[in-house]
């Protein structure tokens, strides 16, 4: 937004746009945390995607350019925040990054030369390379010293990036409660790579119309992901003048994301979940979306009658939601209604080549598609147990915006060969 303000001030007419720009002085500044998260996000991607300062300052991932390029004024802020957090391998990287562009940009003075020599010479001396001979802290010419170690730096580059990968789970301290090494492997490989597994003889693709008789002129679009856990695709059913109504009503209410846990009174920090939610109430779900709730039993073969209010996420610049499960942990069950048995996941938007939702245990990735809906069971059928299989995530965003519709339908009111109440 700083960078392309000339360009998109008269586009801005939006209640939620009115209300980011009361967050900017007159210098067009951004003020408040918009930085802090705006580094967060940066910071997660460079590290999930394993990424160089130099390849993300350049807007390039892969060799491929996706985004705008940074000057040394947004790499020493980087650079800054790093240190701030104690991530002295981020400070070491993005701190030669600022100063070889400063020297290329002309020197600007957003750029505090003592300033980058004190994040180079303290993170070289943290992270363990023994540059103090090479620098000469005592001596009085700072920038000689930023000088030789750029010009040394190329010696260690490889070594430092391949130990920043090692260590990129224990500096974001985002893993912590993943029950295994390999999930978190399996999870980042996917979110990388986008490769699922091959699809097996038995997985099909067909037009479904569950045997009602109005969609034999519209049957769905149905494809088989996974057999055990279930979990379908369903291309197609929602329309465009939905989508748009979904945004519209939604983009007044928007708020930042958070995840409650049993046992503890605040919500845990965005490292776990970067995103905005609103839920659509009551009212408005039954003047827009009884159409919908029909086409979810339709397809879906369960009531809706029982089910939670539907759930809007927007997912931005490095937005994510960990590897989790649906259901209720066990205590926190809804009382009323039971387990979540389902999760109905409608992709609002297209995103190419990322942004997907990954299975991890299952080995599955799934592709944002705008109109389609992701289904899956989250419990056992036979006896309302958690699948823990059904283990999922939302991989981090690399270029723009990710909106999805979730849709939990209860054990309450289903026709099921056990009484949930009683479990």
């Known amino acids: 937004m700083h960078h392309h303000f000339s360009k998109i001030e008269d586009l801005i007419n939006d209640k939620q ?17 918009h930085i802090l998260w705006a580094y967060r996000a940066l910071r997660r991607l460079q590290l999930f995607y394993a990424i160089p300062a130099s390849d993300m300052s350049a807007g390039r991932i892969n060799e491929s350019i996706i985004g705008d390029r940074m000057d040394a004024c947004e790499c020493c802020v980087m650079a800054k925040y790093c240190l701030e957090g104690n991530d002295m391998y981020g400070v070491l990287d993005w701190a030669v990054e ?21 994040y180079i010479i303290s993170s070289s001396i943290y992270t363990g390379f023994n540059f103090m001979s090479l620098l000469n802290p005592s001596g009085s010419n700072y920038q000689d010293c930023t000088e ?41 490989y996917l979110c990388k790579h986008g490769v699922s597994r091959t699809l097996t003889k038995y997985l099909k693709c067909r037009y479904q119309t569950n ?24 291309h197609d059913v929602l329309y465009d003048d939905e989508i748009l109504k979904i945004k519209t009503i939604s983009l007044v209410n928007m708020k930042d994301a958070e995840v409650r846990k049993k046992g503890f009174d605040s919500a845990l ?52 939601y960990l590897p989790h499960n649906d259901p209720f942990l066990k205590g926190t069950e809804n009382p009323m209604f ?46 309302g147990e958690i699948n823990y299989e059904t283990l999922h995530g939302s991989c981090p965003l690399l270029k723009g915006n990710k909106w999805i519709m979730t849709k939990w339908i209860y054990e309450e009111g289903q026709h099921l060969p056990y009484n949930w109440k009683n479990k």
């Open 211 to 234: 045997n009602l008789f109005y969609r034999i002129l519209m049957p769905f679009k149905e494809e088989d992901i996974n057999s055990e856990p279930f979990i379908k695709l369903y």
């Open 98 to 118: 600022a100063y070889q562009k400063w020297e290329i940009d002309g020197r600007p003075e957003c750029v505090n030369p003592n300033i980058l020599n004190y």
């Open 338 to 383: 039971g387990n979540r048995l389902v999760t109905v996941l409608f992709y609002l938007t297209d995103v190419p080549n990322d942004g997907y939702t990954v299975f991890p245990r299952k080995n599955i990735v799934a592709p944002t598609e705008k109109g389609a809906a992701l289904v899956w069971h989250n419990l056992h059928m036979s006896n």
């Open 269 to 320: 920090e965005e490292r776990t979940r970067s995103g905005q939610v609103n839920w659509i109430t009551a009212s408005d779900a039954v003047k827009y979306f009884y159409a919908l709730n029909t086409r979810i039993e339709s397809f879906t073969g369960f009531s809706t009658k029982t089910a939670e209010l539907y759930q809007i996420v927007n997912y931005g610049l490095g937005g994510h």
């Open 17 to 33: 746009s009115i209300e980011a720009l009361k967050d900017i002085d007159e210098h067009k500044d951004l003020s408040g945390n």
């Open 148 to 188: 030789k170690f750029v010009r040394y730096y190329h010696l260690i580059r490889n070594e430092l990036f391949e130990l920043e990968k090692e260590r990129v789970m224990d500096v974001l301290e985002m893993y912590y409660y993943l029950e295994r090494r390999q999930v978190e492997n399996d999870f980042r």
